[in-house]
């Protein structure tokens, strides 16, 4: 596609940020839907974030992603950010409103319950108990949309306890933490179990977890997508749960920050996955 003067300009802000998968999954979407714009990964220093940030408006973009590792600054220097992203204490878009001020966004909590929904259709987090595994950032997103959604239950479990009673605390609601060492006991009755940790991703070591306890009626899901099998999601898939990969949570995470910067809802397609599984 060939640029006028007139594009609309978004991208990424991250250091490193040469990984990054979203500026081929927006660039796919600008593509299929014929738009004059462009992403751009835009590796930022921690030092630099906030001059730059301010320099977003000034130079013509309509926003960015935001990624590690400056998510929490971003919370910190936007000029207005939404409940959501307050609650969960990150923000991941930013938004350029039309007096040049920078709304602050989180969009991750959306990504994990639409990849959920459109892996297995008719999930509501209202059906049970959740057992959310991790503590991190990822963790405090998935917590919120489980709670938005209705969840009656979710246990909490992190390898270091404190920081899960930090969440806990934070987000309020029907969470409850258990110890690490019973990961396993705490799977009896779950109808959905998220790994938010980086156990079973490539180059770290495997989640070790007895499934025994689980339900096979249990949905399992890893936000984990390298690789985009992890043995974690062999196992349960193995023993007859549903599985859901962790890498539609990040195409549709995308979804809202391109309808505002573009103007276009765009879809997640098998196309637009095997696309991004290839970069």
Known sequence: MILS???LLAGVIGWPVGHSRSPRLHGYWLERHGIDGAYLPLAVRPGD?????RALPRMGFRGANVTVPHKEQALALADHVDPLARRIGAVNTLVVRPDGSLEGRNTDAFGFLENLRQGRPGFKAAQGPAV???AGGAARAVIAALQDDGCPEIRLLNRTRSRAEEVAAALGGPVRVLPWEQRAEGLDGAALVVNTTTLG???QPPLELSLSALPVTALVTDIVYAPLQTPLLAAAAARGNKVVDGLGM???Q????FAAWFGVMPEVSEDLRRFVEDA
């Open 250 to 252: 990040l195409l549709h």
């Open 132 to 134: 959310v595994l991790g």
């Open 254 to 257: 995308a979804r809202p920050g």
């Open 5 to 7: 003067g007139k594009a």
């Open 49 to 53: 974030f906030a001059e730059v940030l």
């Open 201 to 203: 991703m490539n180059g």
